[in-house]
């Protein structure tokens, strides 16, 4: 119901009637709606983690643009949800938590794959950290304005990791890992 309806829209006798379970059992295990999308939200991010698992003998850059992919694709498959826990819910923290810790399970995969040497470990995981971000709120943005096109969103959100990690590259190297 969170991914057919905004947030608010959502009732949680609604929910208990759909689930067919009385409203005492569903408020026995979660005591509030966002409760409820919490344990909900903390699924569906185990689950997209479970899409996005790297390989280190596959090209890294092949593989970041496929867990793009299934990001923006599980984005638009749960548009409600997705803006009700960066808009709605954007300052609570059991929420703000989940994403929090999604993002670090994916930069940590990301710099475990990736090969990056000792020296400059530390600021590509700083870049990482900041692009994740940076994919998140441009999705959000793209997810309610639709201001430009799929094609244009992945190219942007790839291009600003290339592009930040273009720096780091040694004299002469390519860009990307």
Excluded at 57 to 72: C, F, G, K, S, Y
Aim: glycine share 6%; aromatic share 10%.
């Amino acid at each position: 119901m969170f991914a057919a309806k905004p947030y608010d829209d959502v009732l949680m006798e609604d929910v208990a009637e759909q689930a067919g379970v009385s409203r005492a059992l569903l408020y026995r295990y979660f005591p509030g709606k966002r409760d409820l999308f919490a344990a909900i939200y903390r699924q569906a991010a185990d689950k997209l983690l479970a899409t996005a698992k790297f390989d280190p003998d596959r090209p890294v850059a092949d593989q970041v643009t496929a867990a793009l992919e299934a990001h923006i694709d599980y984005f638009v498959a749960n548009r409600n949800t997705v803006l009700a826990a960066n808009r709605t819910l954007a300052g609570d923290r059991v929420i703000q938590t989940i994403i929090d810790e999604e993002c670090a399970t994916l930069r940590q995969r990301l710099l475990d794959v990736a090969g990056f040497d000792a020296r400059v470990r530390e600021t590509v995981s700083a870049v990482l950290t900041s692009w994740l971000v940076f994919v998140r709120v441009l999705c959000v943005e793209w997810l309610v304005e639709e201001a430009f096109s799929r094609t244009e969103l992945r190219e942007i959100c790839l291009g600003a990791l290339w592009g930040s990690l273009g720096p780091l590259a040694p004299a002469g190297g390519a860009p990307a890992p």
